[in-house]
């Protein structure tokens, strides 16, 4: 599966701004999907999951109550709605796909998105 990450920009804290990550070449309710970011000087961390279906969500505990992941599989696409944005979420976010588990952890990432920049002014 081939992943394309868009919708990074510059905003100012508590604003709001909405990824998407387009999937194409395979049928993406083979996948569970995730979010990942990482900042300069920083390995890349966890941000959030979403199983194949859409029923199941998994958030990194700075996002919580934040951050919304969706995913609409007759489109071939994930979103991540990001509102009350914090300095500290300045980052590249990248999207990620496993086919047999949930991605969370970047060593077991099966594929990743190339990168949207995300920087939060103070």
């Known amino acids: 599966v081939q992943l394309q990450a868009s919708g990074g920009g510059l905003v100012q804290a508590e604003g709001s701004l909405r990824l998407s990550c387009a999937a194409s070449?395979?049928?993406?309710?083979?996948?569970?999907m995730g979010w990942f970011r990482q900042a300069p000087g920083k390995e890349r961390e966890f941000v959030t999951a979403i199983s194949w279906a859409g029923g199941i969500t998994y958030y990194a505990d700075s996002v919580k109550g934040r951050f919304t992941i969706s995913r609409d599989n007759t489109k071939n696409m994930v979103y991540l709605q990001m509102n009350n944005l914090k300095p500290e979420d300045t980052a590249v976010y990248y999207c990620?796909?496993?086919?047999?588990?949930?991605?969370?952890?970047?060593?077991?990432?099966?594929?990743w998105g190339q990168g949207t920049q995300v920087t939060v002014s103070s």
């Open positions: 990620a796909a496993n086919r047999r588990s949930r991605p969370t952890n970047p060593q077991e990432v099966d594929y």
């Open positions: 070449r395979r049928t993406l309710s083979n996948y569970a």
